[in-house]
Structures are given as structure tokens and as C-alpha cells.
């Protein structure tokens, strides 16, 4: 009796007598309340679930017991890649070709749209360029551009990125590799001959679950409401062939579509990778080509017309080079040079920028300027009576002028030689530029002042030969004139030169001019 009291009385106080679970009991009770539930149980709840449906499907690709891929699901995969190998070889690279971004563009556009494409190819514009200024060429291209991006309006961009985004999307899926997938069901099957017949056997789902996984990413990403058609047409129209039998495929998409809604490949990498939750990320392509394709093309057109102007420059630099020197090839620097250039370039640097002007400026000073030039000018100022002090000063003052820069042009390019101190600090520099940012920095700044000093120098001497030029064609005015305004003892002067003086200042003013022509493609004169 006292012990049945006893046990009343652990009960009235919340005990419960052994054997019965009271935490489990709570936790039931409180699950009952909250929707709790265990998930390894629920997940395999759902996987038995999705056993049985599998099981139960019409389609025979998968053994839920054992976890089996049977020799269907391989004869859905061969049939598909019937249709689509030879797809394979001719579009295997098709995605990353501009070819077939421009393909697509071009089948938006009217006929006299692609006549203003191919205003814009190099070859035309090039053409274009030898009959046209700079300014007219550069206006009509700009006019042609204008015209053909003003077609690209939104709709329409959609409309291009829509149609070659559902191109690459089926390019996406005939490149998925259904032959490394056949083989793990028939080792022996050999790669696109269909004139042998597979055996396919069952293996073990986990040999194929990534597979499934990777082609559900392209089969989802197809639009089979798309016209078809249409799409092998202009890939027949891309290939100059014919890259699908459209009556194949037309034959294979009721079944498509009929296995995406059941979505049988899903069940199958849900239950093989035991992922009851698991759903295909679609692989899309969502590329966007119009606005690269304007951009490239506006880019390419602007270096084209650079190159032009370039090679404009360079020609009439060789040009008036060859007036001069007799040749377009001058070399007269030391070290101050191109060749100089090719180290400086392997450090992504400019180097001696001003080289082919100070070569040509040495050059000329050398050969032309200290004999024809300085001997003509110390006999006009030796010789001649002046009306104007002022004139035969200023001819003087730049004569003088020059000659110093001549000096000095000597001292620049020794100053550059390996030996020089200026020389050993650029080598320096050079040998540290590629671990020392503050050497790469420092040798920047070397090649800023070497460079400045060139041009300083190209600068004053086409200024100071502007100034001698001028007064040599003025001295050739004054000489035709019956009453002379310059020089009053032009007799006196001509018969102390052992050449015609007017020949003498003639050919002097020639050189002068254009060699004032060809720094100025050097140096902005202000003068």
C-alpha cells in the first residue's frame, strides 16, 4: 500500500515510472505544435517516393533498386547524337567566333544598311582614303557610323541578342559530349560512326549522375517553341551547309518535350546523387553582342584612321627627307637613337622619343648648315650694307643661335653613352625597373627630361630657322627689285660669291623651308 502511494505520488509530481520515454513523448507533442520533423527521415521519404515514380515510368532509363542507368536512357542519348554529331564538326568553335556575332547582325540589317557595313571595312575606308582628305575622310566614316548604329535601337538590340543567344544555346547542346557518356554503356563504341551497333549495358547511376547533371544544364536552355527552321536556315546560310536534318530533329522534339515534362532525367540525378531537392541550373547564355559589336567597330575604325594619319605623316617625312638628304634614312646620333629604343620597350617605355628628329636635325646642321648656310651667311654679314641694323642683327643673333645648338646636340648625345654618367644612371635604372617600382619611376623621369631637352632644342632650332628663312626670301625679293630696300651693295656682295647669289639664296631658302617643314611634324611651332 505504501509503495502504490508512493508511486501515485511521483506521478503527481510530473515522474513517469521506467520504460516510458517522456522526452520522446515532448518532442512528438511539440513537433505536433511546430511542424517539426526529421529530415534524414523526410529525406528518405522523398527518395523512396521518387523510386517508386521512376519505377513506375514509362520510360525505362533507371533502376531505383540498385541504383541502375539501363540501356535506354543510353539509346535516348544515341539518338539525339545521330542528329547532332555532324552539328558538332561544324559548329564545334562557332561560340567564340566573331563570325557568327556578325552573321547574326547582319541578317537584321536591309541592303542598304550592309552597304554601309561595308563602307566601314578596312579596305574601303583605306580606298576611300587615297582620293580624301583626313578631315573629309574622317567625316564621311563619321557620317556612315552615325547612320548604321542609329539602327541599333533598343527593340531591335533585343531582338539581335534574342536570336543569337538562342543560336548559342542549341550550339551549347549539340557540343555537349554525348560520346564520353555512350561509352561508359559500350567501351567499344567508336566516335560518330554510326554504321556500328552498340551493346549498351546497365551500370551503376553514379557513373552518369554528373553527366545527366551537365547535358539537363543545355537541354533546359533550349526554346523548342523557337522556329526551328528558321535556325538551321541560318546556320545552313552561316556553313554553306546543311549543319542538321531538320527532318530529324522535327522527329525528335515531340519526345523532347514530352521527357522535359517529365522531367525523368531530374528524378533520376535526384535519387543517384540521393539530393531529393536537387534542380538543374540552366546554362543560358544571356550573351549580349550588339553593344560589343559597336563598341569593336568604333574602336577599329578610330585605330584605322590613326594608322592613316600615321602613315600620311610618315610618308611626307620621308618625302621631304629625301628633298633634303637624298634619302629618307638618316643616321647621324650615336646614342640618342631607336635602336636604342628596343630595351626600353621590353619595360613597356617609350624611350627616346624625339630620335628620328635629332637625328635628321644633326644631320642637316653637319652636312648643310655649317658649310652652304654659314657660308652664305657670314658673307651677307660680312659683305653686305645693311639698310637696317636691326635684320642683319636678327640674322646673326639666330645664326649664332643655331650653330650653338649644333654644339649642343654633340654634348646631348654623348651624354647618353653607356660610359657618361647619365648613361650609367639609365642602365642602372634599367636592370632594377622590373622588382624596383621607385627605379622604374626614377628612369621614367630620366627619359621625361632626355626627352624634353631634345625637344627644346628641334624647338629652337625650327624657330630660329623660320627667322633666317624669312630674311633669306625677303634678301631674294629685294635682289629682283630695280631699287633695292635691304642690302644697297648687292653688286659688292655678288661678286664676292663663287656661285650666282640669287641660286645660292634660292636653294639656301628651299632647304631651310623644308626642313622647318619636317620638324614641324615633330615639335608644335608656335612661331
Known amino acids: ?129 587615297k582620293t580624301l582628305g583626313i578631315k573629309e575622310l574622317q567625316e564621311e566614316v563619321k557620317q556612315d557610323m552615325t547612320s548604321l548604329f542609329s539602327v541599333f535601337d533598343g527593340e531591335t538590340s533585343r531582338q539581335i541578342d534574342g536570336a543569337y543567344n538562342t543560336l548559342l544555346a542549341f550550339i551549347n547542346f549539340i557540343n555537349f559530349d554525348f560520346y564520353f557518356l555512350l561509352k561508359k554503356f559500350d567501351s567499344s563504341i567508336p566516335e560518330r560512326n554510326f554504321s556500328y551497333h552498340p551493346k549498351f549495358e546497365a551500370i551503376n547511376s553514379d557513373y552518369v549522375a554528373e553527366d545527366i547533371q551537365d547535358f539537363l544544364e543545355v537541354f533546359s536552355a533550349l526554346d523548342f517553341q523557337t522556329d526551328w527552321k528558321r535556325i538551321f536556315g541560318a546556320f545552313r546560310e552561316y556553313r554553306k551547309a546543311d549543319v542538321v536534318q531538320y527532318e530529324a530533329w522535327a522527329k525528335f522534339l515531340p519526345a523532347a518535350i514530352d521527357l522535359r515534362k517529365s522531367q525523368v532525367l531530374e528524378q533520376i540525378v535526384r535519387h543517384a546523387k540521393k539530393d531529393p531537392t536537387w534542380n538543374p541550373q540552366t546554362r543560358y547564355p544571356g550573351e549580349r553582342i550588339v553593344e560589343p559589336f559597336m563598341q569593336k567597330l568604333n574602336t577599329q575604325i578610330e585605330t584605322l584612321i590613326q594608322r592613316i594619319v600615321q602613315e600620311r605623316r610618315n610618308s611626307k617625312i620621308d618625302e621631304i627627307a629625301k628633298q633634303i638628304f637624298g634619302t629618307s634614312v638618316v643616321l647621324r646620333m650615336k646614342n640618342y637613337t631607336e635602336k636604342a629604343n628596343v630595351v626600353f620597350a621590353k619595360k613597356m617605355l617609350g624611350g627616346y622619343t624625339q630620335a628620328p628628329a635629332m637625328n635628321f636635325l644633326k644631320a642637316y646642321l653637319m652636312d648643310f648648315f655649317k658649310k652652304d648656310i654659314r657660308e652664305l651667311v657670314d658673307l651677307l654679314i660680312i659683305r653686305g650694307q645693311w639698310t637696317a641694323a636691326i635684320q642683319s642683327q636678327q640674322l646673326s643673333d639666330s645664326y649664332h643661335s643655331i650653330m650653338e645648338i649644333s654644339d649642343r646636340i654633340i654634348e646631348f648625345d654623348d651624354s647618353l653613352a653607356d660610359d657618361s654618367e647619365l648613361g650609367t644612371k639609365m642602365r642602372s635604372a634599367l636592370a632594377k625597373a622590373e622588382r624596383d617600382k621607385d627605379a622604374l619611376k626614377y628612369l621614367r623621369q630620366m627619359l621625361k627630361d632626355t626627352n624634353d631637352k631634345a625637344t627644346t632644342m628641334i624647338s629652337k632650332a625650327a624657330v630660329n630657322l623660320i627667322v633666317i628663312g624669312k630674311l633669306v626670301k625677303a634678301l631674294v625679293e629685294d635682289l629682283a627689285r630695280p631699287h633695292h630696300e635691304l642690302l644697297l651693295n648687292w653688286k659688292e656682295v655678288e661678286g664676292q660669291s663663287p656661285q650666282p647669289l640669287k641660286e645660292r639664296l634660292v636653294e639656301v631658302y628651299k632647304k631651310i623651308y623644308y626642313m622647318v617643314q619636317l620638324l614641324q611634324f615633330f615639335v608644335k611651332q608656335e612661331a
Open 1 to 129: 500500500m505504501n509503495s502504490s502511494g508512493s508511486d501515485r505520488q511521483k506521478t503527481r509530481s510530473g515522474s513517469r515510472p521506467k520504460g516510458d520515454s517522456g522526452a520522446g513523448f515532448i518532442e512528438r507533442l511539440f513537433a505536433v505544435f511546430v511542424g517539426m520533423s526529421d529530415p534524414d527521415s523526410d529525406k528518405k521519404k522523398l527518395l523512396r517516393a521518387i523510386g517508386k515514380d521512376l519505377a513506375r515510368s514509362r520510360y525505362k532509363f533507371y533502376r531505383p533498386k540498385g541504383q541502375e542507368a539501363l540501356p535506354g536512357l543510353a539509346k535516348f542519348f544515341y539518338e539525339i547524337y545521330r542528329i547532332v554529331a555532324p552539328a558538332q564538326v561544324l559548329l564545334g568553335n562557332a561560340q567564340v567566333s566573331g563570325a557568327l556575332r556578325s552573321f547574326v547582325i547582319e541578317s537584321f540589317l536591309s541592303e542598304d544598311q550592309r552597304e554601309l557595313t561595308e563602307r566601314l571595312t578596312e579596305g574601303h575606308i583605306v580606298e576611300r582614303a
